[in-house]
């Protein structure tokens, strides 16, 4: 959490340096700027976290995340995975 609170407030210091006043009215340079940004990491967040999530699943599947649970019960297992809900517990 803190590290997402610094980013943005990192951005304040960044905005005030591409938002020239000699820009204005329309700010070409600072809407592109920001406009880089959110496709690089919107899109480039996207990617990689759609690999990432793609290799976790072939981990499970290859049963190399199955250690976790060993030893619990079903009820432990539930808690583990943070669901309060006790309708899960019966769903598994």
Do not use: C
């Not at 759609?50 to 060993?70: P, Q, T, V, Y």
Request: hydrophobic share 40%; proline share 1%; no cysteine.
């Amino acid at each position: 959490m803190g590290f997402v609170i610094g980013w943005g407030n990192l951005n304040g210091v960044m905005s005030s340096n591409i938002y020239r006043l000699k820009d204005k009215p329309k700010y070409t340079l600072g809407h592109s700027i920001v406009l880089a940004y959110m496709v690089l990491f919107l899109f480039g967040g996207s990617v990689i976290l759609r690999f990432m999530l793609a290799r976790e699943n072939k981990k499970r599947r290859n049963g190399e995340r199955d250690s976790w649970g060993a030893g619990m019960s079903q009820e432990e297992k539930v808690h583990a995975l943070g669901d309060q809900r006790g309708d899960f517990l019966y769903t598994l």
